[in-house]
């Protein structure tokens, strides 16, 4: 009987992992007016998403990300499926006045290079360099839906929550004003369940248009 309630236990409490533990909140972004699902981490790094309100599972929907970095990081990712591999990142650094994106796939522990798969448009609103941090706005198509028959197709529900995953370096880019830059390994990864429910926008394609 003991080992019994012990089990049930168990279950009890994986269970309220999986659901119970949202790591991200809602942000209304002031300037663009989206609302997203933001995480930031202990570095002050915000990685924030926007969804539209008509975004279906299995579905590769619209995103916007936007991702609000200290002055002195040399370069922050997003990884949207919550692992360095096989999954589209969203790589930011700061080049001078400008705010650089890479969109990026790494197939394994190394450099990743440049991944064609998710197609970015920078917002001219939300995008932007002062003393203290660089920003970029970005609309992504590509980034809620990946992978082949080879390697499986994932997409990210927008009813749900999901591991998403970030990495920083402090050390500058190779080449910054070059979007397929080499860069060096990141000094802390981590990961955090994120709250897509909290980032549905309503009016999604008035605010990208607002903001273009
Ligand atoms: C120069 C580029 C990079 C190198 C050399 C590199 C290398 C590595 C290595 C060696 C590990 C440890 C693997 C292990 O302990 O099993 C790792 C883990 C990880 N890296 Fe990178 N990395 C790079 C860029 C990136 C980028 C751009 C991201 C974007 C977010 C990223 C995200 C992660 C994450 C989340 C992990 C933890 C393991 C996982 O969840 O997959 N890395 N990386």
Redesign the pocket.
């Known amino acids: 009987m003991r080992g019994f309630l012990a089990v049930l236990g168990a279950v009890a409490s994986l269970a309220g992992a999986a659901l119970g533990q949202v790591d991200s909140s809602k942000y209304v972004d002031p300037e663009t007016g989206f609302t997203f699902s933001q995480y930031v981490n202990e570095k002050g790094i915000a990685f924030r998403v926007a969804i539209p309100a008509t975004a279906k599972a299995n579905d590769n929907y619209e995103a916007v990300v936007q991702i609000a970095v200290p002055i002195a990081v040399g370069?922050a990712?997003?990884?949207w499926g919550?692992?360095?591999?096989y999954n589209p990142?969203t790589?930011v650094w700061v080049n001078g006045k400008d705010v650089v994106l890479s969109s990026?796939m790494?197939y394994g522990?190394?450099?990743?290079p440049a991944y064609d798969g998710a197609v970015y448009t920078v917002l001219k609103t939300g995008t932007h360099v002062n003393a203290t941090h660089y920003q970029v706005t970005a609309t992504c198509v590509g980034c809620t839906l990946w992978g082949d028959t080879d390697t499986g197709i994932t997409a990210i529900d927008p009813t749900a929550q999901g591991t998403m995953?970030?990495?920083y370096?402090a050390a500058p880019v190779t080449t910054p004003s070059n979007n397929a830059s080499?860069?060096?390994?990141?000094d802390l990864?981590?990961?955090w369940i994120h709250d897509f429910p909290t980032a549905v926008n309503a009016n999604f394609n008035a605010t990208v248009a607002k903001n273009a």
């Open positions: 370069w990712g997003l990884a919550g692992s360095m591999t990142l790589i990026r790494a522990y190394y450099v990743p995953a970030f990495a370096a080499s860069f060096s390994i990141h990864i981590g990961h």
